[in-house]
Protein backbone atom coordinates (compact mmCIF):
# COMPACT_ATOMS: atom_id res chain seq x y z
CA UNK A 1 0.00 0.00 0.00
CA UNK A 2 1.10 3.37 -1.36
CA UNK A 3 2.04 5.71 1.91
CA UNK A 4 -0.46 8.83 2.44
CA UNK A 5 1.75 11.96 2.39
CA UNK A 6 0.72 14.59 5.08
CA UNK A 7 1.67 17.73 6.16
CA UNK A 8 0.35 19.27 9.33
CA UNK A 9 0.07 22.72 10.25
CA UNK A 10 -0.63 24.49 13.78
CA UNK A 11 0.53 27.20 15.22
CA UNK A 12 0.87 25.33 18.75
CA UNK A 13 4.38 23.46 18.11
CA UNK A 14 3.25 21.10 21.25
CA UNK A 15 0.57 19.92 18.87
CA UNK A 16 2.88 19.21 16.18
CA UNK A 17 4.96 17.03 18.58
CA UNK A 18 2.38 15.32 19.57
CA UNK A 19 0.97 14.19 16.11
CA UNK A 20 4.73 13.50 14.72
CA UNK A 21 4.72 10.98 17.86
CA UNK A 22 1.18 9.68 16.90
CA UNK A 23 1.59 8.85 13.47
CA UNK A 24 5.65 7.88 13.92
CA UNK A 25 5.02 3.74 13.91
CA UNK A 26 2.01 3.96 11.51
CA UNK A 27 3.27 2.52 7.99
CA UNK A 28 0.23 3.70 6.29
CA UNK A 29 1.29 7.60 6.39
CA UNK A 30 4.83 9.34 5.80
CA UNK A 31 4.55 12.97 7.54
CA UNK A 32 6.24 15.44 4.97
CA UNK A 33 6.42 18.41 7.15
CA UNK A 34 4.70 19.98 10.36
CA UNK A 35 4.49 23.54 9.76
CA UNK A 36 3.17 26.40 12.01
CA UNK A 37 1.81 29.75 9.40
CA UNK A 38 -0.29 29.18 6.53
CA UNK A 39 2.38 30.64 4.56
CA UNK A 40 4.90 27.95 5.21
CA UNK A 41 2.20 25.45 4.65
CA UNK A 42 1.57 26.66 0.97
CA UNK A 43 5.38 27.10 0.47
CA UNK A 44 5.45 23.04 1.11
CA UNK A 45 2.57 21.94 -0.86
CA UNK A 46 4.20 24.16 -3.70
CA UNK A 47 7.44 21.93 -3.16
CA UNK A 48 6.30 18.67 -1.87
CA UNK A 49 2.82 18.33 -3.05
CA UNK A 50 1.82 16.10 -0.38
CA UNK A 51 -1.47 14.16 -0.54
CA UNK A 52 -3.22 15.20 2.74
CA UNK A 53 -2.47 18.80 4.18
CA UNK A 54 -3.81 18.90 7.22
CA UNK A 55 -4.73 22.13 8.82
CA UNK A 56 -5.92 23.98 11.81
CA UNK A 57 -8.65 26.81 11.16
CA UNK A 58 -6.92 29.55 13.52
CA UNK A 59 -3.54 30.61 12.83
CA UNK A 60 -3.17 34.34 13.10
CA UNK A 61 -0.55 36.54 12.96
CA UNK A 62 1.00 35.17 9.33
CA UNK A 63 1.60 38.75 7.44
CA UNK A 64 1.41 36.78 3.66
CA UNK A 65 -1.72 34.46 3.82
CA UNK A 66 -5.51 34.30 5.78
CA UNK A 67 -6.44 31.57 7.89
CA UNK A 68 -9.51 30.38 8.24
CA UNK A 69 -11.91 29.99 5.78
CA UNK A 70 -10.00 32.35 3.59
CA UNK A 71 -7.24 30.04 3.75
CA UNK A 72 -9.23 26.93 3.24
CA UNK A 73 -10.84 28.48 0.06
CA UNK A 74 -7.36 29.54 -1.46
CA UNK A 75 -5.67 26.02 -0.75
CA UNK A 76 -8.26 24.16 -2.55
CA UNK A 77 -8.37 26.49 -5.17
CA UNK A 78 -4.99 26.58 -6.07
CA UNK A 79 -3.79 23.16 -5.26
CA UNK A 80 -6.07 20.48 -6.03
CA UNK A 81 -4.05 17.96 -6.30
CA UNK A 82 -3.85 18.04 -2.29
CA UNK A 83 -7.02 17.65 -0.04
CA UNK A 84 -7.99 19.43 3.00
CA UNK A 85 -8.71 17.83 6.10
CA UNK A 86 -9.52 20.59 8.92
CA UNK A 87 -9.14 20.18 12.80
CA UNK A 88 -11.13 22.62 14.54
CA UNK A 89 -12.21 23.40 18.00
CA UNK A 90 -15.58 24.84 16.27
CA UNK A 91 -18.51 22.38 15.91
CA UNK A 92 -21.12 24.66 14.88
CA UNK A 93 -22.94 23.44 11.73
CA UNK A 94 -22.60 26.57 9.82
CA UNK A 95 -19.19 26.84 10.48
CA UNK A 96 -18.32 22.92 9.01
CA UNK A 97 -20.80 23.69 6.20
CA UNK A 98 -18.78 26.67 4.90
CA UNK A 99 -15.83 24.68 5.61
CA UNK A 100 -17.14 22.26 2.93
CA UNK A 101 -18.28 24.40 0.67
CA UNK A 102 -14.70 26.32 0.82
CA UNK A 103 -12.77 22.89 -0.10
CA UNK A 104 -12.51 21.57 2.50
CA UNK A 105 -12.62 17.13 2.35
CA UNK A 106 -13.06 16.89 5.96
CA UNK A 107 -13.56 17.94 9.15
CA UNK A 108 -12.45 16.39 12.62
CA UNK A 109 -13.17 18.14 15.73
CA UNK A 110 -10.24 18.68 18.53
CA UNK A 111 -12.51 16.89 20.76
CA UNK A 112 -12.61 13.36 19.09
CA UNK A 113 -10.95 10.75 19.96
CA UNK A 114 -7.24 10.83 18.62
CA UNK A 115 -8.29 7.50 15.88
CA UNK A 116 -10.89 9.55 14.45
CA UNK A 117 -7.95 11.42 12.59
CA UNK A 118 -6.51 7.97 10.71
CA UNK A 119 -10.24 7.29 10.14
CA UNK A 120 -10.76 10.13 8.67
CA UNK A 121 -7.42 10.13 6.24
CA UNK A 122 -8.53 6.28 5.61
CA UNK A 123 -12.06 7.95 3.95
CA UNK A 124 -9.81 10.76 2.10
CA UNK A 125 -7.30 7.92 0.39
CA UNK A 126 -10.91 5.94 -1.04
CA UNK A 127 -11.36 9.02 -2.39
CA UNK A 128 -14.36 9.93 -0.35
CA UNK A 129 -15.23 12.97 1.95
CA UNK A 130 -14.60 12.74 5.56
CA UNK A 131 -17.94 13.50 7.29
CA UNK A 132 -18.65 13.13 11.03
CA UNK A 133 -20.71 11.11 12.46
CA UNK A 134 -22.08 13.38 14.82
CA UNK A 135 -22.18 16.57 13.16
CA UNK A 136 -24.26 14.25 10.04
CA UNK A 137 -26.82 13.85 12.98
CA UNK A 138 -27.02 17.88 13.73
CA UNK A 139 -30.40 19.27 13.15
CA UNK A 140 -29.92 22.86 12.19
CA UNK A 141 -31.78 25.61 14.42
CA UNK A 142 -33.98 28.53 13.05
CA UNK A 143 -31.21 30.59 13.68
CA UNK A 144 -28.83 28.12 11.93
CA UNK A 145 -31.20 28.09 9.02
CA UNK A 146 -31.85 31.76 9.09
CA UNK A 147 -27.81 32.76 9.22
CA UNK A 148 -27.54 29.44 6.39
CA UNK A 149 -27.45 32.49 3.90
CA UNK A 150 -24.20 33.97 5.13
CA UNK A 151 -21.42 33.67 2.25
CA UNK A 152 -18.29 32.52 2.54
CA UNK A 153 -16.30 35.83 3.30
CA UNK A 154 -19.35 37.35 5.30
CA UNK A 155 -18.76 34.41 7.94
CA UNK A 156 -15.04 34.99 7.81
CA UNK A 157 -15.55 38.79 8.60
CA UNK A 158 -18.22 38.00 11.13
CA UNK A 159 -15.57 35.06 12.70
CA UNK A 160 -12.71 38.31 12.84
CA UNK A 161 -15.06 40.78 14.31
CA UNK A 162 -16.84 38.70 17.71
CA UNK A 163 -13.15 37.98 17.85
CA UNK A 164 -12.35 41.46 18.63
CA UNK A 165 -10.44 42.42 15.69
CA UNK A 166 -11.61 46.24 14.37
CA UNK A 167 -12.91 46.55 10.82
CA UNK A 168 -9.79 47.92 9.90
CA UNK A 169 -7.61 45.31 11.41
CA UNK A 170 -9.94 42.56 9.32
CA UNK A 171 -9.63 44.32 6.13
CA UNK A 172 -5.38 44.67 6.41
CA UNK A 173 -5.59 40.69 7.35
CA UNK A 174 -7.36 39.80 4.54
CA UNK A 175 -6.10 42.86 1.82
CA UNK A 176 -9.66 43.78 1.61
CA UNK A 177 -10.68 47.14 1.76
CA UNK A 178 -12.48 49.17 5.04
CA UNK A 179 -15.46 49.42 2.92
CA UNK A 180 -15.77 46.26 1.50
CA UNK A 181 -15.20 44.72 4.69
CA UNK A 182 -18.00 47.09 6.20
CA UNK A 183 -20.20 46.38 3.62
CA UNK A 184 -20.11 42.24 4.07
CA UNK A 185 -20.70 43.33 7.70
CA UNK A 186 -23.80 45.37 7.05
CA UNK A 187 -25.05 42.53 3.98
CA UNK A 188 -24.31 39.58 7.07
CA UNK A 189 -26.66 41.67 9.95
CA UNK A 190 -29.63 42.58 7.52
CA UNK A 191 -29.48 38.54 6.87
CA UNK A 192 -29.50 37.58 10.68
CA UNK A 193 -32.01 40.45 11.14
CA UNK A 194 -29.89 42.26 13.94
CA UNK A 195 -29.25 46.15 13.80
CA UNK A 196 -26.85 46.91 15.24
CA UNK A 197 -23.10 45.36 17.16
CA UNK A 198 -24.42 44.65 20.22
CA UNK A 199 -27.49 42.70 18.66
CA UNK A 200 -25.17 41.19 16.60
CA UNK A 201 -22.64 39.86 18.90
CA UNK A 202 -25.44 38.86 21.45
CA UNK A 203 -26.93 37.05 18.30
CA UNK A 204 -23.80 35.32 17.26
CA UNK A 205 -22.85 34.15 20.87
CA UNK A 206 -26.02 33.10 21.82
CA UNK A 207 -26.24 30.86 19.33
CA UNK A 208 -22.62 29.80 18.94
CA UNK A 209 -23.01 30.59 15.36
CA UNK A 210 -19.06 30.76 15.16
CA UNK A 211 -18.03 28.35 18.04
Same mark, same amino acid.
Given at each position: ?????????????????? !????????????????????? &?????? !?? &?????? !?????????????????????????????????????????? =??????????????????????? =??????????????????????????????????? &????? $??? !???????????????????????????? $?????????????????? $????
Amino acid at each position: MKKLRLVFADDHPLVLAG !IRDFFANDIRFDITACVTTPT &ELIEHI !IK &EKPDVA !ITDLSMPGDTRHNDGLALIAYLANHFPQTQILVVTMMSNPLV =IASLYKAGASGVVLKSDPPDTLK =IALEALRLGRQYLHPSLMRQQPSADTTLASDLSRK &EIEVL $RRF !IGGQSLKDIAYDLSRSIKTISNQKRSAM $RKLNVSNDQELITFCTRH $RLLD
